[in-house]
C-alpha cells in the first residue's frame, strides 16, 4: 500500500496518540515565475500520549533538505514513500521540516498558472482530500485540527490570501513577507493559500455590532466580467440566512471569495477563504440557470463554514454528511431567504439533484450512503451522486420526517456543543432525536445503510360513480444491480400526494395530503370517497426520495398535459419520472423524444429546459434503436431550430435552443446557419454571437468538416485567453479526421504535459457522437492504456482519462466483451475497477433501451 494511501486505521491510531498544538509555515513563492519547485519549511508542536511511541507526518515532495525533531536531526532517508517517519516521541514535541515542493498543472495542491492575456502566474491551493502536504509537512487528517500560521514570501506587487486577514506585506526588494495570524483550531484540508496579481474587489457584512469583511477576487483578464454587487448580494442573504438558522454568528474573522483558474471542483470551502471555479465569471451572456447555479455554490461554501469547518468529521466516511448539508443548505436557503431570486430552486433540486442520484444509485458501484472508507483513495472516487445528491435527498426527507423547525434546533445545539471539534454521524443524530422526540435509529438504519431506490406506485379502484374507492401506496424494494452493496429494503417515507384537475389545459392543484408511508401496501382512507382528479402525484413536493410511478389514466393526462402544471415543481417531477422510465426501458427512447417535442416548447423553467434537451441528446446517442438514429436526430434538430426561431429575442431560451441546434446541426441549411452567425451574414434578432456562442459554432463546424484549421487559429487569435486555449484545443480534437484522433489522442494518454483544464477540453472535443467510425480502433488502445495511467498520473488527470475516453459511444456487445476481458485480466485496483464497472454499465443499460426502442418501432411498423 502506498504511504500517499492513509488508511483508516493508521488515522485512528495517529488521532489516539498525537494532539496538535500548532504549525507554522513558511513559504517561499518566489521562484513561482519560474515554476519548479518552492522551499516550505513547517515546524509543528504536538504532543504525543504515550512518550515513546513512533509516528509519521504526511508529506509529498520532490527532496527534504532537513528533518529536526526535538532538536536532534533526523536521518533524510526518514523520508520515504510520501511519509516522515518520527520515532521515539516524547511528551512534547517540535518537528521542523525543510523541504522543496512542486508546483503543479492539476489543480492538486499548489497550483501554478500563467494567463495568456497577460503573461502573470498565478497560484492557489486545493488541498481536500489529501493535498496540503503536497504543500507542507502536515498530520494529513481531518481530526488532527490545529492553528495554522502562515508567512509568505512572494513577489513584490501580489496579492496574498490566505484564511486569516491579509497583512500589509514588509519587506524590500522584489519580494515582500506576509505574516498571517494563526488561523483558529481547523483541519489541514481547509487551510488555503492564493497568490498572484489577482484583482479584489470588497464590501462589508454587518449586522448590529457585527461586520464580516467581504472580499471577491479574480484574475485581471477577468476584471471586466466580475459581477460582484451579484455575488455580495447573494452572500449576504446567506449570512442573514444562516445565522438565523444556526443561531451562530460566521465563526471566522473575515470571508473571501476567490475565483481561480482551471479548478477542477466547483469550488472548495476553505475556512474564509473560499475559492471558486472562475468559468463563474461570465465572459459572455449565460441562461438564468448559470446564474442560479452560482448563487447555489456559493451558499453551499458558505454553510460549510459552520457545518464542515467550524464542526467537522472525524473520518471520511462523514464525508456525505458534510456534502449532503451544505447541498440541503444551499437549496433551503435559496428557497427561503429574503430577497432571493431563486426561490423555485426545489424544482431545480428535483431536476439535477435527484436526477444524479437516481443514476448513481443504480449503478452497480452503488453504495449506502454511510459507505465504508477504508483509506483515501475510496474517499476520492466517492464524491459522487450518492454523496453529494442521494445525501440531500435523503437530509430533505429527514427534515420533512422531524420537521424543518426540530432539524434547525437540533442542528443549533449540535453547533454549539461540537464548535472547533469534530464529530461523527450520531452526534448529529442524537441532537435531532432530542429537538424533534422521534426515534431516528431505525430511520437512520433503513436510509443510511441500505442502498437503492424504492418504487411507489398507487393502486387505485374506482366505484361505478368514478369516486374512488379505495386508494393505497405500494412500496417496492430497490432493483440492485448485481454485485451493489447493501440490501434491499422497504423504508418509512414522509411524502405528500397531490391532486390535481385540468382546467383550461391547466393543471392545478386542488388537494394535498402528506402522510408517513411505511411496508409494502399504505392505504390512503383521506382519499376515499373522492371524486378522482385527472392526475394523482405520489411524492408531490418532492419529500422523499422515490423512483415514482403514474397510474395508467393519470400518465394519460401527463403525456398530453406535461406543459399544464402550473407550478414548475410537478412538472419537473414528471420529467423526471418520463426520463426514469426511459433508462428503466419501460418507454421507448422514441417516445421520449414524442414527450420532449411536445412538452419543451411550454416549459418555461429554464434549468428544466437545458436538462431535457442534454437528456434528448444523450437518448439519440445511446439509447434508440441504431438503425432509427439518423431519423431521430434530423427530427430533434430541425426542431431546436424552430425553438431556436420561435424563442423570444435575447432570452435564456433563445441562447438555450442556439445552443441546442449548434451541438446537433446536421443539414446544409442548418450548418449554414451555424456558419453565417458565426460570420456575421446572418443575425437572428436580439441573439448575441459572443465570445462562448461564438466557440460553441465553431466547434460544430469543425466537426462537420465545415471549418478548418485556420479558422480555429483565426477565432484563438480573436481570444487568446486561457479559456479560448481551451476551446481551440477542443476544436482540433473534434476535426474529422483520423489524423486529428491521433494527435489528440497522443497528447492525453502518451504525454503528461496538457493541464487539468486543456485535457479535458481534448477529451471532450475527441469524443463526437458523428465520428463514430473514427472512435472505433481506440476501443483496443483505451484498454492497453489505463491501467499504466492509473499508476503514473494523479488522481484527478487519471480520473479525467479513464472515465472521459472510456467507448461510450460505441453502445455495442464487442464494448462489453472489451471491458469484460480487461477487468478479468488485469486484477485492477479497486478505484480503477469502480470507474470502469461505472461506464461499462452505461453501455449495458444502453443495449438494454436500444432493444426497447427497437421493439417500440416495430410495433409502430405493425410488425
Ligand atoms: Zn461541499
Redesign the pocket.
Known sequence: MPGTNLTREEARTRAALLHVDAYDIELDLSSAREGGTFRSTTVVRFTAATPGADSFIDLVAPTVAEIVLNGVSLPLANFSDSRIALPSLEAQNELRVVADCAYTNTGEGLHRFVDPVDGETYLYTQFEVPDARRVFASFEQPDLKAPFRFTVTAPKGWVVVSNSPTPTPVGEGDTRVWHFEPTPRISSYITALVAGPYVGVFDAYEKGDQKVPLGVYCRPSLREFLDAEAIFEVTKQGFDYFQEKFDFAYPFAKYDQLFVPEFNAG???NAGAVTLRDQYVFRSKVTDAAYEARAATIL??LA?MWF?DLVTMEWWNDLWL??SF??FAETVCQAEAAGSRWPHSWTTFANQMKTWAYRQDQLPSTHPIMAEINDLEDVQVNFDGIT?AKGASVLKQLVAYVGQDAFFKGVQAYFKAHAWGNTRLTDLLGALEEASGRDLKTWSKAWLETAGINVLRPEITLNSDGQIESFAVIQEAPALPAGAKGEAVLRPHRIAIGAYELKDGKLIRVDRIELDVDGPRTEVPQLVGAHRPAVLLLNDDDLSYAKVRLDEDSLAVVTEHLGGFTDSLPRALCWASAWDMTRDGELAARDYLALALSGLARETDIGVVQSVQRQVQLALNAYVDPSWREQGTARWAEATEQQLHAAAPGSDHQLTWARALASVARTDRQLDLLEGLLNGSRTLDGLAVDTELRWTLLSRLVATGRADEKAIDAELARDNTAAGQEHAASCRAARPTAAAKAEAWASVVESDKLTNYVQDAVIGGFQQADQRELLAPYSAEYFAAIKGIWETRSHEISQQIITGLYPSLLVEQGTLDATDAWLDASSPAPALRRMVVEARAGIERALKAQAVDHAAGARALGH
Open positions: 469550488a472548495m470551502e453551499h461554501e460549510h464542515g458534510n456534502e451544505a447541498t453529494y
